[in-house]
């Protein structure tokens, strides 16, 4: 399927694609977060922002950016240790607004929060050296470089990829939502909740910033 645009085994690049979406990373965490602690509209408004920063890395990919990261150590790394630390800030702020006890008023909340979800989640996409490292490596495998046009295979296998993360984080998103209703008057129970994703993303951090 698709053999005449140069995508090869296609069906096998949709398995493949289909088990790496399922992989609990921060930008699923951080949809489910916010999926449960405001709805599904600022679930969307964070899978939104995952979606065009992973339309950005795969363009960057086919572009020759992403090689050129790979490839350097130092751009690399800058790039390792700017998703590390902001990794780490999310954590800590997490943690911080669970433990506080600090209830701004709803107006205020939601004015100071409007917009800042979807830059959360941008920017948590396009400093994820990982998400560089799968589209210079999985991409290339099913691409056949001698076709005519290998841009678009590229794009197909992408349009394929953001299918698949739209169906699991919707999911994950109406999941999210539905347990709101769960935890909604159980403040203890949502701070438990908020604690452990904060914890997961110091973890997530440390381990990015000692990656090899």
């Not at 993360?165 to 129970?189: D, E, K, N, P």
Request: proline letters at 3%; charged letters at 10%.
């Amino acid at each position: 399927m698709f053999a005449e645009y140069g995508v090869l085994n296609f069906w096998t690049y949709v398995a493949g694609a289909i088990f790496l979406v399922l992989i609990p990373g921060p930008n699923t965490l951080f949809v489910l977060k916010n999926s449960v602690g405001r709805g599904v509209k600022y679930g969307y408004q964070a899978a939104t922002a995952v979606f065009i920063g992973d339309a950005v890395l795969m363009f960057l990919a086919y572009a020759g950016v992403a090689t050129l990261i790979n490839t350097t150590p130092v751009l690399f790394n800058v790039v390792r240790y700017l998703g590390a630390g902001y990794l780490l800030w999310l954590g800590i702020k997490m943690l911080y607004t669970t433990f506080s006890h600090r209830e701004p008023s709803p107006v205020q909340s939601a004015k100071k929060e409007r917009g800042a979800v979807f830059k959360r989640a941008l920017v948590l996409s396009l400093t994820n050296p990982k998400a560089i490292l799968f589209y210079v490596s999985f991409f290339v495998q099913f691409i056949d470089v001698k076709s005519a046009h290998p841009g678009i295979a590229f794009f197909i296998l992408a349009t394929v990829l953001e299918i698949a993360s739209f169906c699991y984080l919707s999911l994950i998103i109406f999941t999210g939502a539905s347990l709101t209703r769960v935890i909604g008057t159980r403040q203890r129970l949502a701070k438990v909740g908020n604690s452990m994703i904060g914890l997961l993303f110091l973890g997530f951090a440390a381990r990015l910033a000692t990656m090899q």
